[in-house]
């Protein structure tokens, strides 16, 4: 069965550097969830999209911005990139809000030197 | 305080034995995640409950809503099950999708 296919899986970039990411949710999945997990933290919820639209955003830094694509793919940009993004970057994606089963991606870790 | 808590943190058993891993959280929720890390980083969706108990294979996860307390079980543990084990609450009112994680359960079952 299809999963949540998110790429790159790794990434290194130079501080100031620009990243983006991508996240292909299961298919007919309408949900998809941004978080970003530091080394030896939980992870923190970045940004949703529920039907193309923002649905929620956490703890988002101003230079990271994200959307949600027709096709229902999402991507995270994150530009002038600081050391402290270094972390593991977990797509999930659901069918409907609330009520429907997570499923994640293997998570795209991004090095930042 | 947390508001999702786990225990233990850390867990090694013997194969074959019985786990069982604790979340207590504090606030109203619409649905609980048990979710599964391994050491590449990955993250596997196990069980979302909002009430009773949910089986699959060796594993089992229960919830008390009254009590905001619920638990995983591996029955037969191996090895493989080596993992940090998540829990994780969704609130209850829709425009707020963030998840609250806990802080994790290291298992480690040694052969």
Redesign the interface.
């Known amino acids: 069965a299809a999963g949540v296919i998110q790429s790159p899986r790794h990434l290194i970039k130079e501080k100031r550097e620009t990243a983006t990411l991508k996240c292909y949710p299961i298919p007919r999945h309408d949900t998809v969830y941004w978080y970003q997990q530091g080394p030896g933290q939980d992870p923190q919820f970045l940004i949703s999209f529920y039907e193309k639209m923002q649905s929620d955003k956490g703890s988002i830094p101003d230079r990271f911005s994200a959307q949600q694509f027709s096709d229902y793919h999402s991507e995270l940009n994150m530009s002038s990139l600081e050391l402290g993004d270094s972390a593991l970057y977990f797509c999930a994606s659901s069918r409907g809000q609330l009520t429907g089963e997570l499923f994640f991606g293997e998570g795209s870790r991004l090095t930042v030197l | 305080k947390n508001e999702v808590e786990q225990s233990p943190q850390n867990l090694t058993a013997q194969e074959g034995e019985f786990i069982t891993i604790n979340c207590s959280y504090s606030v109203g929720i619409?649905?609980l995640?048990w979710?599964q890390q391994h050491p590449?980083?990955?993250?596997?969706?196990l069980f979302?409950l909002s009430s009773g108990k949910k089986k699959h294979g060796r594993l089992i996860a229960t919830i008390n809503i009254q009590e905001k307390h619920s638990s995983l079980h591996i029955t037969a543990s191996h090895p493989r099950d080596s993992a940090v084990y998540?829990c994780?609450v969704?609130p209850?009112n829709?425009?707020?999708?963030?998840?609250t994680?806990?802080?994790?359960t290291r298992l480690t079952i040694i052969p």
């Open positions: 619409s649905a995640h979710l590449g980083g990955g993250i596997v969706s979302m998540i994780a969704r209850p829709f425009g707020n999708e963030k998840l994680f806990g802080t994790g």
